[in-house]
């Protein structure tokens, strides 16, 4: 899932950031293999980093819950969590903040997948592996990227739409394009429908996982386009209520099976989305597990602390690891759909928590 706003006062301190790890950027192995040979005197002992990218959302905040859950499962000593409060040059000093409190490992969530290499490029210096989770970057060096595939997931929201709308406007409520989260479900979605529902005409709303951006988006929208039958919003967390509340103002909030019901598929699995499918608000929304995040963040970071390097290939949990274009290794784990018939699956985990 996805981070929440980006300052535009950030945007010229990361410039900076970047840049003045540029040089020492040029120097990170382009692949992103999952050997941590600077690392592996730590034996995958030691403190370790968690550094998230917002607690504005219901899917952060679970994630931040599972975190020290999961540390205590697979045997890793945290520190207490750090939020970079949707702020991407915020969580370069973070990372800077961790790496000078002596961490032998990090697992960062990026809020921005471009910006976040000048944090990599700090680790790297001191020989610290590091997990991203959700996000991948687009360079930089890590151990491990968990992550859903992203791109399933458009393609899901698509399916499920094109599958019950014959014809007519649907929305996508996009996340920041600056995350490569964004753009992947963005370009999923909107090529998924151009070719295989042609008869769907896509509007977008590019609100950079920001819920007022969205809603105000959503209203202007909707105003000149009163006709819209299909939403899918990229983010349950950031978006769900806000879509709501601005539907139930115009009179456009009705119940699935009744005249005139905008079917809407979303993205997270949390339980305010399961309680709307279960309510008819919405259709369906895609589960991205946040406690496998948590779980595996820190299985894949004790992992290279020790020195030890996975492959391509399916695991004993139920995922596939990938190689990335840019030679990052990421662990794809699963992300089922989620509609009225399994919202009440108790192994999903939006069921498990209050």
Not at 20 to 28: D, E, H, K, V
Not at 159 to 171: E, N
Not at 223 to 232: L, T, V
Not at 315 to 324: K, N, P
């Amino acid at each position: 899932m996805p981070a929440s706003t980006v300052r535009k006062r950030s945007r010229s301190r990361i410039i900076g950031a970047v840049a003045l790890a540029a040089g020492a950027s040029l120097m990170l192995a382009a692949c992103g293999s999952t050997k941590d040979t600077a690392s592996a005197g730590s034996g995958g002992t030691g403190k370790v980093g968690v550094i998230l990218p917002l607690l504005t959302s219901p899917f952060w905040q679970s994630y931040n819950d599972y975190v020290p859950k999961m540390a205590k499962s697979e045997g890793v000593e945290v520190l207490k969590t750090v939020n970079s409060n949707s702020d991407p040059s915020q969580q370069i000093t973070d990372i800077d903040n961790e790496l000078t409190q002596g961490v032998k490992g990090l697992v960062v969530a990026p809020l921005d997948s471009a910006a976040i290499q000048a944090g990599l490029a700090q680790a790297e210096r001191k020989g610290v592996p590091v997990v991203a989770v959700d996000v991948a970057p687009d360079k930089g060096k890590v151990a491990m990227v968990v992550r859903a595939d992203n791109v399933a997931y458009g393609t899901k929201a698509c399916d499920y739409l094109g599958q019950h709308i014959t014809s007519g406007k649907v929305v996508q409520v996009m996340g920041d394009l600056a995350s490569v989260n964004g753009r992947d479900r963005s370009e999923a979605f909107r090529s998924c429908v151009k070719k295989k529902y042609p008869k769907l005409k896509v509007l977008e709303i590019p609100a950079k996982w920001e819920s007022d951006t969205a809603a105000a988006k959503l209203d202007t929208l909707l105003n000149a386009n009163p006709d819209i039958k299909g939403i899918y919003l990229q983010a349950g967390g950031v978006y769900l209520a806000p879509t709501l509340q601005t539907l139930k103002s115009k009179g456009m909030l009705r119940t699935a099976g009744q005249p005139g019901h905008i079917s809407i598929v979303s993205n997270d699995g949390i339980p305010q989305e399961f309680d709307a499918i279960r309510k008819g608000q919405i259709d369906a929304t895609v589960s991205q597990p946040a406690d496998a995040y948590a779980r595996y963040g820190l299985y894949y970071i004790k992992a290279a602390m020790a020195g030890k390097t996975f492959k391509p290939g399916p695991t004993d949990h139920g995922s596939v690891i990938v190689e990335l274009p840019n030679g990052v290794l990421e662990d794809q784990l699963p992300a089922p759909l989620v509609t009225k018939a399994n919202v009440d699956d108790p192994k999903l985990w939006g069921n498990t928590v209050t």
